[in-house]
């Protein structure tokens, strides 16, 4: 199974359709599997161009004038092209023709967690790659996770089968430690329970939905330093996001931290979407299922950082964010065999709880 999620093609495409051809194009791309070693964000500049080098550098290929694309198999921080752009916008016409029909729309909105469970009862541990990369991409997990960095909590949300906690965990050195891990579907609390790895001396996973009503279980308010949400908030529908933030908000230490990572708006993976899969606005239902939204960069700053802070509506109660850095992520991945180019995009941020 691929994994087209972290920055790898997302093997969720448009469903199991797409599978197929996704993963051809996915496999030859073993680049996106471990982002950059240096954020994109945070490296982009093309003096630094690395085209060939040994340790192949993450996140450091430019595409130039005079450059044949489809030399190698990705390129990082590249633009969508305008014949591309035309592409995408097609595609989205096409897509909102042909909507999820009302019936369907409720089978899916009604209750999603049992659509992942159904997800991880068939893909298990193994869908998602283990997300290595995490630390170099969030250098907070980096510094809590030093041995005299003294009692931290770390909530991941929507932690599926652990592929975020256990290499966060395999790389600890402070005893004082504790990850909980959440998600809204039981299997996933289970396989992350079976797992090997799952040391009960740093490690609690539990089933919590982010966009409930209540805490997750055994978390106090105001204890938590730093959240953890790697492609789950796509995975709710827009009614949901203010409830998640408002949990999120309330369950952080002031001045704690959220890591997200998450689909960006014009993502290979959305634009692919075929017919039937439309729920709404950038808002689709997989082929297993599941759901996932692509977000506009902008958007996601302004649903984190609350309203403006000279409002002086009821809205001013909202839970506030800082956007410490909101990045957009692009690759460019080729197919060189077909000849095909595939542009994937990702949002990456950090927020403080004001
Ligand atoms: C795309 S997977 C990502 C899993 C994991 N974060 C990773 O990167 O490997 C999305 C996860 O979010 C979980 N999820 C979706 N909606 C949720 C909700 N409302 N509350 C908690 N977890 C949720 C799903 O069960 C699934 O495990």
């Not at 159904?118 to 991409?137: I, P, V």
């Not at 770390?154 to 256990?166: D, P, R, S």
């Not at 709710?236 to 999120?248: F, G, H, K, M, T």
Request: charged share 30%; hydrophobic share 35%; glycine share 6%.
């Amino acid at each position: 199974m691929i994994d087209l999620e972290a920055g790898s093609a997302a093997a969720t495409a448009s469903g199991l359709e797409d599978m197929t051809a996704l993963k051809a194009a996915a496999e030859a791309v073993e680049a996106v599997e471990a982002p950059n070693d240096v954020p994109s964000h945070r490296s982009h500049d093309p003096a630094k161009s690395l085209k060939r080098s040994d340790p192949f550098q993450f996140g450091s290929r430019y595409l130039e004038a005079g450059d044949d694309v489809f030399e190698f198999n990705a390129w990082d921080h590249v633009e969508t092209d305008d014949a591309y752009k035309l592409y995408t916008e097609e595609q989205l016409e096409k897509q909102r023709q042909s909507p999820v029909s009302d019936f369907d729309k409720s089978r899916f909105n009604t209750n999603p967690a049992m659509w992942w469970n159904k997800f991880y009862k068939n893909n298990t541990s193994n869908f998602f790659k283990d997300r290595k990369w995490l630390q170099q991409e969030f250098p907070i997990l980096a510094d809590i996770t030093k041995e005299d960095s003294g009692p931290k909590l770390i909530l991941e949300v929507g932690a599926g089968a652990g592929n975020t906690a256990f290499p966060v965990l395999a790389n600890n050195k402070n005893p004082h430690l504790k990850i909980h891990a959440c998600d809204f579907s039981k299997t996933a609390v289970e396989v992350m329970r079976k797992s090997e790895a799952y040391d009960t001396n740093h490690i609690q996973a539990d089933v919590w939905d982010v966009s409930g009503e209540s805490l997750p279980p055994d978390v106090e308010e105001g204890t938590v330093d730093v959240a953890i949400m790697i492609f789950v908030f796509s995975a709710l529908s827009p009614r949901e996001w203010a409830q998640a933030v408002r949990n999120i908000y309330k369950v952080l230490k002031p001045g704690g931290l959220v890591c997200f990572r998450d689909y960006g708006r014009g993502d290979l993976a959305q634009v692919r979407f075929r017919k039937g899969r439309y729920l709404e606005e950038n808002f689709y239902i997989r082929g297993d299922g599941t759901r996932v939204y692509f977000f506009d960069r902008d958007e996601l700053a302004s649903i984190w950082s609350g309203p403006d802070a000279t409002d002086n509506s009821e809205e001013a109660d909202e839970p506030r964010f800082t956007i410490e850095k909101l990045g957009v992520d692009r690759r460019l991945l080729v197919n060189r065999a077909e000849k095909i180019k595939m542009y994937r995009c990702w949002l990456q941020g950090r927020f403080r709880k004001e």
